[in-house]
């Protein structure tokens, strides 16, 4: 998803994305720790989709504190 995308959403949908990710990251850790990961790839891709969340929250709470 790109970062335009992403500030088109409402914070509270960002948060719950973000919870979406880290949840999944948490998994994708589960499956190499247990040696069923079947797309290594998929890990850097879901920590770049969370740090690109957190930068637009991070960009929207900027803006209201202006």
Do not use: C, I, W, Y
């Amino acid at each position: 998803m790109s970062a335009n995308d992403l500030r088109e959403k409402t914070p509270d949908q960002l948060r719950e994305q973000l919870t979406e990710l880290k949840k999944e990251q948490f998994n994708l850790r589960f499956q190499q720790a247990t040696g069923q990961l079947e797309n290594p790839a998929r890990m850097r891709t879901a920590r770049r989709e969370a740090a690109r969340v957190l930068t637009v929250l991070n960009e929207k709470a900027a803006s209201a504190a202006e």
